[in-house]
């Protein structure tokens, strides 16, 4: 794990996971104080506000934070070329092939670390110049793929060279160490940090996690090709029973419109989509950030002895 923290210059061998919408620049940047990588999550955002948000990090620390591009963004173009000019360290991509961009983001001095969830695309993006990557399973919250953490990390691992970053199912120092096992150089974790005090959700959606057990999460959309992992509610019963009923992609979609934003800003727990991982059964308190790391960096320890 140490060659990540050398890469970017970090205390703590932990990338924040990219959770659009959520992520903003004041909350990457308590995230990169605290020791490990914080990213913004561009989501949906458009240039403007992604300046704004880069702008904002950068005024609250100097220590390092990324960006990820969410691809199936319609303004990921722009949001490509605008962290170029802002010269951002790390570019994290989800949701999609960033092959096209690589070239250009190296020529700016950035490093890029697509998450890939088949080790088919991990072998092109490695193909494509990637710096490194993340492998994700599909413990994960939001938008997943089908592997688990424990079959994709590994066999990512074996298919590259360059760096491996375990993400999906990890939110203690017993699974960083186990990561680590698995051949991975680093860790991204996002569920964990959404029950921290600087995590700017709304306090219904941390409660929801406190409360979750380990199965109280789903997929929903895999039968339109786009899964994604939720707390399980009283929205995410009634998507699953459209997708049963043969709903189309854009009739679920209407359906959803708006309900990430209703769970993040609004706290509505009912019909909002709270996009959290597994790991949402191990999590019992909201912490400060620095706790949460200095506690996993403790764990790790004393599992690994190091
Ligand atoms: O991207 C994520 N997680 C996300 S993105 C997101 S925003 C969203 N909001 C509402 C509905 C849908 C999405 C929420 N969570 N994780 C990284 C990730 N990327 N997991 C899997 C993939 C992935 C999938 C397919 C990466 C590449 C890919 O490639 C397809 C291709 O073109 O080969």
Known sequence: MEKIKEMFGLEFPVFQGGMSNIANGRFAAAISEAGAMGIIGSGSMDRETLKKEIDEARSLTDKPFGVNIMLMNPHADDLAELVCEEKVPLVTTGAGNPGKYIEKWHEAGIKVFPVVSTVALAKRLESSGADGLIAEGCESGGHVGELTTMVVVPEVVDAVSIPVVAAGGIASGRQMAAAEILGADGVQMGTIFLASDECPIHEAYKAAILKAKSNDTVVTGRSVGAPVRIIKNKMAREYLKKEKEGASLEELEQYTLGSLRRAVFEGDTKTGSLMAGQV???????????????????EYRAVTGK
Request: no cysteine.
């Open 280 to 298: 949402s059964g191990m999590i019992g308190e909201v912490l400060p950030v620095r706790k949460i790391l200095e506690r996993l960096d403790e």
